[in-house]
Nanobody, 119 residues
Framework: VQLQASGGGLAQAGGSLRLSCAAS????????MAWFRQAPGKERELVGR????????WYVDSVKGRFTASRDNAKNTVYLQMNSLKPEDTAVYYC?????????????WGQGTQVTVSS
């Protein structure tokens, strides 16, 4: 599967952005999907993930209640709705796909989209 992330940009603190991750070559319904981010000088961090069915989601504590992952398998796309943005959310965001929910191994990665939140 090939992944293309988009939707990043500049937002003010308290604002919102919606990231999209479009899949090609294979149906995204075959994959559990995740969003990661990497801020300058920091390690990559798992932000949230959504299971194939969409029924199971997980979020890192720092984004709970503010970020929501969703998927539209008919459009072969997953989303990350980011509300109440904070400057510390500034990072490059990546989407990733894996076939085994319990595994830490991801088979495909998107190219990353920059999110910058100003105070």
């Amino acid at each position: 599967v090939q992944l293309q992330a988009s939707g990043g940009g500049l937002a003010q603190a308290g604002g919102s952005l919606r990231l999209s991750c479009a899949a090609s070559e294979e149906p995204i319904r075959n994959y559990h999907m995740a969003w990661f981010r990497q801020a300058p000088g920091k390690e990559r961090e798992l932000v949230g993930r959504i299971a194939r069915s969409g029924a199971v989601t997980w979020y890192v504590d720092s984004v709970k209640g503010r970020f929501t992952a969703s998927r539209d398998n008919a459009k072969n796309t997953v989303y990350l709705q980011m509300n109440s943005l904070k400057p510390e959310d500034t990072a490059v965001y990546y989407c990733a796909a894996k076939t085994v929910l319990s595994s830490s191994q991801y088979q495909a990665w998107g190219q990353g989209t920059q999110v910058t939140v100003s105070s």
